[in-house]
């Protein structure tokens, strides 16, 4: 029998942070809390979509192969207002992802923090999904 | 789709009606504020309001299950949120009681325990099956009145009035309300809607909304800043009727009164402040365009059956 019981719903909450509290459906219906993950490729889109952004990027492995992952981002009107725009990760640029793996084993993250070359942290998750750690 | 396009017509039009009465009048009362009236004698609510509020959608009891409301269904802390239900993330303090509910006086919903049940069981298989996800996940609709229940973000509401109508067009999901306003009688009880069909009438200088004939697909309330009261259903009997009045430049005071006879004990009434927000800029949010969350949700699920945690 399951066990483990997960709800999809309509992330809120203000956390202490102040951050805005977006998320239209649940971390944890689709994503491991227990699984962390970090990841450091080279973008190769960025989708703009509703209701949550994707960030595509090819990571290679240990190796050498090159496997694509996509990474859950908030909503594009919850990144515009923190400030992201369409040129913030553009492709071609090489990022690391902190973020949690798909619970179904594939390819797929919710994403968290991507830091950039520079060193510059963007935040491109959905404060207030539950996800671990997100006190901001 | 045609009806859509014949929308997004209507919308245009209200649109450049809307331009048209930018130079209405405004005037004040000696003993007290008057909202200003569009060139047709309308009061007018025209503008871009938000509903961020820090007032819980409910007053919280101890034996409500925050976890199951916000997803932490496994204690590991990991749900859809802290079982939070602020929803007001402009820096403000925007709290005016204990709860938008106002009536009963106890700010409960009065939920029968069928549907509480139902409720229960959709939120804990909630990866077994599309039909388990709330009409807004499945980027259909938060429905009416619930598109105005605060969420969080996606928060702006633009009103627009032409002779003889009110449009509404909603942020988050990229929804449009076209209300006429001339108490007309409501379509045939054989059409059933998802958002149902809204008749309004100008009450002083109230803006009352009279809505029937919905479907029993939807949910009172979708998103979990409703706490309790998301994913309730909605059965063909539903009736509401909501009330918009401009209280002064910056606050329109909405009421929306539900009675559901086969879902609720007895009506209840939910109040919530629009106010104000000239400089928000509504952005597009169309929905459909990607909604992987649904398939990787259920894909989650599949994954859990092959192995159980």
Known sequence: MR?????????????AGGAPAVAHHSFAAEFD???????????????????????????KGPD???????????????????GWNKSSVPAGMVVTVQGYRARDGSNRANGRDVTLPDGKKLFIGSPGTGAPGEGR | MRARHRGAAVAIALALAASACQGASTGASADGWTPPRTPDGQPDLQGVWTNYTATPFEVPDERDDLALYSGDTDGTGRG???????????????????????????GRVPILPWAEEQRTFKLLHIQDHWEHHTPWERCITRGVPGGIFPTGYGSGYQ????????AIVYEMI????????????????GI??????SVGRWDGDTLVVDIANYNDKGSIATNAATQRVRSIPQSQDLHVVERFTRVDENTIDYEATIE?????????RVAIPLHREPDYRIFEYACHEGNLAIPNTLSAGRALRVRPR
């Open chain 2, 174 to 189: 990229h929804e449009a309300r076209i209300i006429p306003t001339d108490s007309r009688p409501h379509v045939g009880s």
């Open chain 1, 3 to 15: 066990t483990t019981l997960v709800i999809a719903a309509a992330g809120l909450a203000v956390l």
């Open chain 1, 33 to 59: 809390g227990t699984k962390p993950v970090t990841l450091t490729g080279t973008v190769t889109k960025m989708d703009w979509i509703n209701p949550h952004a994707w960030l595509s990027i090819d990571v």
């Open chain 2, 260 to 268: 559901d006879p086969k879902v609720f004990t007895a009506p209840w």
């Open chain 2, 80 to 106: 859809t949120g802290p079982a939070a239900f602020l929803t007001d993330t402009t820096g403000r303090t925007l709290a005016k009681g204990r709860s938008l509910v106002v009536d009963p006086p106890n």
């Open chain 1, 64 to 82: 050498g192969k090159v496997v694509s992952w996509m990474v859950e981002g908030g909503a594009p009107n919850a990144l515009l207002r923190r």
């Open chain 2, 192 to 197: 059933r809607l998802w958002n149902g069909d």
């Open chain 2, 159 to 166: 009103i627009l009035q032409g002779p003889g109508y009110v």
